[in-house]
């Protein structure tokens, strides 16, 4: 079977960094995990060919190749993947599609004529699929029923199908599901409460083959969180320190994990001696009262200004995110993240308003209290609500778009960038010599040199902030000399925001205008409805 795997492109988000990839000589960020580990899993006799969207196009004669065209993608590459299903069913392919997107709203791939809908994890479903495939089906719904798969039994993926130059960052992935309960969010309806992790020596020969295949880059651990299982997030990392002591630490490390990671002084420790650079956090808001209604209390074990300045004293970097729109919100939320974000020196903030997405808890709250608006969830931050909230949606609107405004102001954020990775410099695992990494060589790579001096021209002759950044790049030379590629790769983000916040300005207030228009013609034709009243914790 000649199976051509698909990845649709991304829209235009706080993530697509187009301008940050455009500089240091990429294409895209990250690879399609995803698609490459369920070519491992399908048949080997296979022949595969993979196309991402995102970096090149499908040619006549990859259409004509193909026996069989699967799709996976998540909710922001709904569009693109439409657009790709149609140009294949155009050409008489038949189409599978898989993935977060597709799991969570299958009924709309389903109307659009998709084949075979391979929906929960591809390594239960996937072999049901293969099955029918066998005996002629044209189409069907393969469903894991609840099952959770062993991950310790996924193959290694097939990061050979990659056209690695392409990417900024590797993904690996080492485990899934969260065992917290948080209201809002659906990776515990796509993999479950109780995290799955693969053994240390999984990850070690996922490694090996990106290290074979010459990949010397950093490396995105994809879990959603990293520490769902602390003890076995421990053995890993023990684990893993040594082959990365072995080959001279080739990789640098990123996650996503939970701020309890703060309480775990172990955990952290391992982290940076296995060459973890940086966490994202789900920080959310610094309001008490909305994270315990959204049931985010593991947030609230211990203040989060102590979490965020302990992770940061072990010498992990911070990416925070954050949310605006809880029921109940006081007055001045937007102002009160850019304050907490300021007094704690976060560079990179993810900031968004509150989307209730399908199969959540949040979700099925509000549709129960007829409060979901028509339309379509997002997983973006140029897009209003898509439910009814407790504050007038004017008011949430306009302290995010002034939120989002201030946190990407060029002078701010570089003082936030250069104030972090002095806090990172001082960090033990950069001063003691008992924890020195014996670092190899890596190959030169000339897209790195072009990229380093465009950051210095535009950070330091184009911007208005030319002569603070001179004076941070003098005070990191001194300070924190191993700091300073990555403060510069930081620096250079705001090529990506600038633009980016003048967007989420006039499309959020382009949508609250039609809005506003639009509730006010329904107020005129309609009785006045009853005023919704903030749930109490």
């Known amino acids: 079977m000649r199976a051509l795997l698909i990845y649709p492109k991304f829209r ?26 369920v070519a491992a899993i399908l048949p080997q006799d296979w022949e595969f060919r993979l196309r991402d969207r995102n ?51 299958y009924p709309e791939l389903q109307a659009i ?5 391979v929906l929960d994890e591809g390594e ?14 044209k189409g069907g719904i393969y469903r894991s029923g609840g099952e959770k798969p062993d991950v310790t039994l996924t193959p290694v993926p097939r990061f050979d ?3 690695l130059d392409a990417y900024a960052e590797m993904a690996v992935q080492y485990s899934r599901g969260c065992p917290f309960l948080c209201e809002f969010c659906d990776i515990i309806v796509l993999y479950g409460r109780k995290p799955r992790t693969k053994t240390p020596e999984q990850i070690v020969r996922e490694l090996q083959a990106l290290y074979d295949l010459g990949w010397r880059r950093p490396v995105f651990v994809v879990d959603d969180n990293f520490i769902g299982n602390k ?19 080739p990789f640098t490390f990123s996650t996503e994990a939970s701020v309890d990671l703060a309480a775990d002084q172990e955990l952290m420790d391992l982290m940076v001696d296995c060459n973890f650079g940086a966490v994202f956090l789900g920080l959310e808001t610094p309001d008490p009262a909305s994270l315990e209604l959204t049931k985010k209390k593991q947030n609230l074990k211990q203040s989060l200004d102590d979490s965020v300045t302990a992770i940061a004293a072990t010498g992990l970097r911070i990416m925070g995110g954050f949310i605006i729109g809880f029921d109940g919100e006081a007055p001045g939320a937007g102002q009160r993240i850019v304050d907490f974000v300021e007094r704690n020196n976060i560079p990179l903030t993810t900031f ?20 979901l608006r028509e339309g379509e969830a997002h997983l973006n931050q140029t897009s209003l ?26 002078r701010k954020y570089l003082d936030r960038t250069y104030r972090h990775y002095r806090v990172l410099g001082a960090a033990d695992v950069h001063n003691n010599p008992a924890r020195r990494k014996h670092k190899a060589p890596k190959p030169k790579d000339p897209a790195a040199l072009r990229a380093l001096w465009t950051v210095l021209w535009r950070q330091g002759v184009v911007r208005k902030t030319r002569w603070v950044f001179w004076g941070y790049l003098w005070d990191m030379f001194r300070h924190n000399r191993g700091g300073v590629a990555s403060f510069l790769t930081l620096a250079a983000y705001i090529e990506h925001f600038l633009p980016y916040r003048e967007r989420v300005k006039e499309q959020i207030e382009s949508q609250l205008q039609v809005f506003l228009e639009t509730e006010r013609e329904r107020a005129e034709q309609a009785p006045a409805r009853p005023v919704i009243q903030a749930r109490v914790a």
Not at 356 to 365: C, E, I, K, M, N
Not at 385 to 410: Q, S, W
């Open 231 to 249: 003890k076995n997030a421990k053995e890993m990392l023990r684990h893993l320190h040594g082959w990365q002591v072995e080959k001279g630490f």
């Open 113 to 117: 004529g998709v084949d075979y809908l």
């Open 352 to 371: 968004s308003m509150l989307q209730a997405l399908p199969g959540t808890a949040l979700w099925d709250r509000l549709k129960a209290e007829g409060r």
């Open 55 to 105: 970096i090149e196009t499908v040619s006549e004669e990859d259409w004509d190749w193909a026996e069989v065209v699967l799709f996976s993608g998540m909710l922001v590459q709904k569009a693109d993947m439409h657009v790709a299903i149609r140009e294949a069913q155009a050409r008489g392919k038949p189409t599978a599609a898989g993935g977060p997107y597709a799991t969570s709203l």
């Open 385 to 410: 609500m898509n439910f009814v909230p407790t504050r007038p949606v004017e008011t949430i609107a306009r302290e995010y778009v002034d939120g989002f405004y201030a946190l990407f102001d060029a």
């Open 12 to 37: 235009e988000s706080y993530w697509s960094f187009e301008k940050v990839i455009e500089l240091i000589g990429r294409r895209s960020m990250m690879p399609p995990l995803g698609l490459i580990t």
């Open 124 to 137: 239960i479903t996937i072999p049901l699929w293969l099955a029918d495939l066998a005996r002629g089906s």
């Open 161 to 163: 199908l990659l056209d």
